[in-house]
């Protein structure tokens, strides 16, 4: 049976390279990782949780004004049915929140980036949300100084690459199937991120699942608490395929959980919009993929169009 052995991040700051093996190696095998013991708080979650959950039970029409088509759903709100799984018909059975990075007026990635906008209705919303942002961003930058390391590089390799990345929190809500679902329609059909890393703060019903190289799907089933952590497509690229974007999906509930709405936090860690995507040298040899050279921006949107979140 397969299945992925927690890493404690408290032996980050005890045994850097040791932590770093660890990562690297459950990321090779698999292209996930379950990180226990961050820093994150509780409060801090608990907060994020309450103001996702009072955000997907406002009426459908204040929902709706917070959603922008035009940008691709890459801030604010999407509704149900606006995304799908690349090279897949159906839509997905779910809806989210986008909240980005905050930029000074004198950026020069506000050209690329909008901003985040406040939602008025819900107390607290921006904060608490922002907050979790913060958090996610800052272990993040922490892991991949681990990834770094694995690959023989410079602990801070990645800073410069991603300190205005276009990084995004997901508040993502799968409403209760009151009625059987259409054929081929799941709540997250099987794919792969776009982005370098994403960190998903464990989901409040099952149902995650990763397809191992084995060809055999894997539950991710981590503890209350803990941070998911898999590679995204942007990584895959730079370390042509050492580190691999594995397929993964949200199958739908049984039948005995099927009323239940299911809520989830996956941050997507995202390059700075200019930084160029190419392999290491040192990685060709073994990953054996040399993708063409490309910019972040340029291949998110590209991806953007494949999922149907953006028109071309």
Known sequence: ???????????????????????????????????????ISEKIIRNADISSEAFFSLPQ???????????GFQRGYSPVGTENAKNKKEADLKEFWHTGRKLLPSSKYNATMKQTPCVDE????????SKLYEEFDELGNELLKAIALYLDLNEGWFQDKVNYGNSILRLLHYPPQVAPPLNGSVRAGAHEDINLITLLLGASESGLQVKHRSGNWIDINAKQGAVVVNVGDMLQRITSGVLPSTTHRVINPKPSRAMFPRYSKPFFLHLNNDTIIEPLKSCLKEGDIAEP????????TQRLVEIGLKNR
């Open 293 to 300: 050279a490309i910019t972040a921006q340029e291949f998110l």
């Open 61 to 71: 029409n204040i929902k709706q004004k917070y959603s922008d088509p035009e940008d």
């Open 122 to 129: 819900i107390k607290d919303f921006d904060q608490n949300i």
């Open 1 to 39: 049976m397969i299945k992925l052995d927690p890493i404690d991040y408290q032996l980050w700051s005890i045994d850097k390279f040791s932590f770093s093996e660890l990562l690297g190696k459950s990321f090779k095998e698999t292209g996930f990782a379950i990180i226990e013991n961050h820093r």
